[in-house]
């Protein structure tokens, strides 16, 4: 599938994968902070508050879906590293330079059928405005009409 994906779409595809580890990261750590209870882990740090026991996981549950949390990262940075190293080599610089080379001759040349264009639209409007004053101008009122 990867074959058939333009360098673009990899990128985005990319940017997804990269949004979504960050969203399992994220949750991740909001799980760890609000289903587990606070444990001392220094006798010069006292705990100062506990969490509502209803809150907290038990320790079996808390274990298995902090496992399940670290095969979730490890299996979606697999896949953001995958997509990274399937990315195209960066074009090299001379390469660079000779395209942009011929994308400024192209579009110098379609600047200047441009202001041709325009030109010539220019001239064409003149052409009408002096036919239509020839035609004002040239009318005159016949003398049997009234006025």
Not at 4 to 19: A, F, G, V
Not at 21 to 28: A, E, N, Q, R, V
Not at 31 to 58: G, M
């Amino acid at each position: 599938m990867l074959q058939e994906l333009s360098h673009m779409d990899r990128i985005t595809q990319l940017q997804n994968e990269i949004e979504q580890l960050m969203t399992i990261m994220s949750s991740s750590i909001a799980y760890l902070c609000s289903r587990t209870n606070f444990q001392q882990v220094s006798d010069a740090i006292p705990i100062t508050k506990q969490r509502n026991p209803e809150k907290v996981d038990p320790p079996e549950v808390f274990e298995a879906n902090k496992a399940e949390l670290v095969s979730d990262l490890i299996t979606k940075a697999k896949q953001v590293e995958y997509l990274i190293q399937s990315l195209p080599v960066p074009e090299p610089e001379e390469e660079q330079a000779k395209r942009l080379q011929v994308l400024e001759i192209e579009m110098n040349q379609a600047n200047d059928e441009y202001i041709a264009a325009v030109q010539r639209a220019k001239d064409l409007h003149s052409q009408v405005s002096e036919v239509l004053k020839a035609m004002l101008s040239s009318t005159e009122t016949p003398p049997d009409a009234p006025g």
